[in-house]
């Protein structure tokens, strides 16, 4: 630093004591409480955007879990009446295609409730397949269309139908 960057500074620090110790308590105490009320009002400012923020943030966490829940709880719903639909179907199924209790068939009934069935199962679930083709199965035995119509192999398809039922049935909801 060369000397005349030193004397202005020291000019400068010089003005500065001379404008504090000059200057009376009243504004030094003004000064002293507008910084007061400035940072308190910083401080607010500061602190009432990090609560709308944070808030803002709960709020939003909280509608996407009640949102979850409400999709979860209308899903497991749905899939309760389909299985108690396909249950009450099979039942109905099994009644008119059962040689004990209608010796007399009604194709227009039990092809009426074969489709019912087979409109709510989902070929891609596993046991809802292998339900679609074993009530294929009883419909064209009970049908006369295939040839494999003796009352052991159909009562046995039935029970099979019936397992398969409970199965569906009783599978947890995932």
Known sequence: MDAKSVELMLEFLKLINDNLSNSSNYDLGLKVAFISVGSAVATSLIALITQLFVTNRII????????????????????????????SLVSELLTLTDPEINPKIDKLKIITCVHKIQLMLDNFNK???????????LVLMVNGWINDQDSISLLSLMGKITDNVKQIYNDPIV
């Open 60 to 87: 939003r966490s909280e509608m996407y879990k009640v949102n979850h829940q409400i999709i979860t709880q209308s899903n497991v719903s749905r899939l309760n009446k389909k299985k108690e639909k396909i249950v």
């Open 127 to 137: 046991n809802e397949s292998i339900l679609n083709d074993q009530v294929n199965q």
